[in-house]
């Protein structure tokens, strides 16, 4: 009976596990993303294009962490696991805003 209660304990532990030891740093080469537990991921400054939010959706959508997709110039897009930069701060806003003013300065 708390069998189904216990499997969706444990995926929201290791969604949240997963987020939290992710990591993502914009600096003046470029875009590091690290969506744990894969390897970190660099893409060069002018290969990338904007940062857009992921929508919540499903009957717990609540219960979702934030997310991103990384839109690269070609098109394609990169999953991010975290919205927060120590060089940008928190949001997909402030990590957009961060990439221009690198753009701007660069």
């Known amino acids: 009976m708390l069998l189904p209660f216990v499997f969706a304990g444990l995926a929201a532990i290791a ?3 997963c987020v939290r030891l992710s990591t993502l740093r914009i ?6 993303v690290r969506n744990y537990p894969q390897a970190a991921k660099q893409f ?8 857009e939010a992921t ?8 219960l979702r962490p934030a997310t991103a ?12 696991r975290t919205i927060f930069s ?17 753009r701007e300065t660069g």
């Open 27 to 32: 600096t003046t080469t470029g875009v590091e």
């Open 15 to 17: 969604a949240v596990v």
């Open 55 to 62: 929508p919540r959706v499903g009957n717990f959508s609540f």
């Open 69 to 80: 997709t990384l839109v690269l110039a070609d098109g394609s897009r990169v999953p991010v």
């Open 44 to 51: 060069p400054l002018e290969q990338v294009g904007q940062f």
């Open 86 to 102: 120590p060089d940008a701060g928190h949001g997909v806003e402030a990590l957009n805003k961060r990439v221009e003013s690198l």
